[in-house]
């Protein structure tokens, strides 16, 4: 069985354009034709019924999951998951457009005379001659063959040529994978990741695969309103949050490392990662939209009440609280755009940072409409009342003490002449014969430490008595 895999995986890899040779004259103009053509004969042939049923089976789906993911990935490296979801397939003919919104020279609506898969590349300056740019400062040039762009593989970057039965075998390939065997296969893909086993850049069939079906699901007929969610439970917990987070980190630290063609590998791997983080940023976004919102006005919501949907929902909300709490899953995005630089990352990785960034605001500007807090700064009540008891015992004892101490201080004309009565034999004592140890304090100048001879005597006069008075009063005869 494994040989039959490689096989498979081997004619899939090269049947792009190294087997265009072997399908017509046709096809030696565009290798497109050729590879649509090896698709179409394994689909005829039954391959999605293998496909399917080996991942659902967990013995299989436990040695073989790795080439599962990369015959999937070589079988739909080509199509936009949008458009497949849809429907729809690529159109590929030529012709003459109006552009409705984009005004020209004259006035009039520009008039695009290319095919209509190039009008998302289209600019008014596309064939304007361009200033030259020396080479040390040009921007990186993305590589359209590159698995990591998510985009076709062939020359050029064109849009595979496709038919209506391809396009629709492919669909049901995808939907089979998602009811049947996705969360199987992805949960055993996920041990192999995690086991020493696992070889350099098996990662990559794992980011691509959250990135497509994450994709897929959210674009399916209904799935922008009600995502099919537990289809996508082996890849949408905080654990996959998590590895996918880190997978971004590591890649964007080793873009800066290395040099050269290693460069441009991880920075391709770092492009692949950050898309699936996105995806599940959007995935997770939709998920915990309130069913009531996200209702159709035109007919009933038959899922409002549906209790396996309303208990999606609340996990979708108790993963988007401890993914929006982690402050690393929230500042990845301004870490991405400190990190990476122009030498090596190319246009389309800083849409993805900028995609993934305008997301990640969505999700919390949606998050705190419903009435939720992302962090919050609690007080405890019984700290705090406890902190104002103390605060109250406190005054209340200062003010007791000082009132205790002028009532001390303040002393009638009787009390007076009976103190000083009783401090004269001990007064008289102390001027004769000053008791051992007990000397006067003078400052630097040799000057006793009552006089200051900068400021004015009155006020020392007066601050010396009530000194002198409180030593006396308190019993203190030598110290005064």
Not at 110 to 121: A, M
Not at 214 to 220: P, Q, S
Not at 230 to 249: N, P, Y
Request: a positive charge; proline letters at 4%.
């Amino acid at each position: 069985l494994e040989r039959v895999l490689v096989v498979l995986r081997n004619v899939l890899h090269a049947g792009g354009v190294d087997a265009a040779v072997n399908c017509g004259q046709d096809a030696r103009d565009d290798p497109r034709i050729c590879h649509e053509r090896l698709i179409r004969c394994l689909l005829d042939a039954g391959l999605p019924r293998a496909l399917v049923g080996l991942a659902a089976n967990s013995a299989g789906c436990k040695h073989y999951s790795m080439h599962l993911l990369e015959i999937l990935h070589l079988l739909l490296r080509h199509r936009n998951p949008a458009a497949l979801a849809g429907g729809s397939a690529a159109v590929a003919f030529g012709g003459t457009y109006q552009l409705t919104g984009v005004t020209g020279v004259a006035g009039r609506p520009v008039v695009f005379h290319r095919d209509l898969n190039q009008l998302r590349d289209w600019s008014c300056d596309q064939d304007k001659t361009r200033r030259k740019v020396p080479k040390n400062r040009r921007l990186v040039v993305d590589d359209p063959r590159s698995t990591g762009a998510g985009g076709c593989d062939f020359e050029g970057g064109a849009a595979p040529i496709t038919t209506s039965r391809v396009t629709e075998g492919l669909r049901d390939l995808c939907e089979a994978l998602l009811a049947r065997a996705f969360n199987p296969l992805m949960r055993r893909a996920r041990q192999h990741l995690d086991s020493p086993s696992s070889q350099v850049g098996d990662e990559t069939f794992y980011l691509w695969s959250v990135k497509f079906f994450f994709a897929y699901a959210r674009h399916r007929p209904g799935g922008s309103r009600r995502p099919a969610l537990h289809h996508l439970t082996a890849a949408f917990s905080l654990d996959s949050f998590g590895f996918v987070h880190r997978q971004i980190m590591t890649c964007a630290e080793s873009a800066n490392l290395e040099r050269g063609a290693n460069q441009a590998i991880w920075s391709r791997r770092l492009l692949l990662a950050l898309s699936a983080y996105n995806q599940m940023f959007l995935v997770l976004s939709a998920a915990i939209a309130l069913p009531s919102n996200s209702a159709n006005k035109n007919g009933p919501a038959d899922y409002e009440t549906d209790p396996d949907w309303l208990a999606q929902v609340e996990e979708s909300r108790a993963l988007a609280r401890e993914v929006l709490y982690l402050p690393e899953y929230r500042d990845a995005y301004p870490e991405l755009l400190r990190s990476i630089q122009d030498r090596w990352a190319g246009l389309d990785l800083y849409r993805e940072v900028l995609e993934g960034g305008f997301a990640m605001m969505r999700l919390m500007d949606r998050w705190a409409r419903d009435g939720n807090l992302v962090q919050q700064r609690r007080k405890s009540r019984a700290k705090a009342r406890r902190r104002r008891r103390q605060q109250g015992n406190k005054s209340a004892a200062s003010k007791r003490k000082a009132a205790k101490q002028q009532q001390a201080t303040v002393l009638t004309e009787e009390q007076r002449d009976d103190l000083w009565n009783s401090f004269g034999d001990a007064l008289s004592q102390l001027v004769s014969a000053p008791p051992e140890g007990v000397e006067a304090e003078v400052n630097e100048a040799g000057l006793p430490r009552l006089f200051d001879p900068l400021a004015p005597e009155a006020e020392q006069a007066a601050s010396a008595a009530g000194a002198v008075q409180r030593l006396l009063i308190d019993g203190r005869l030598a110290e005064s």
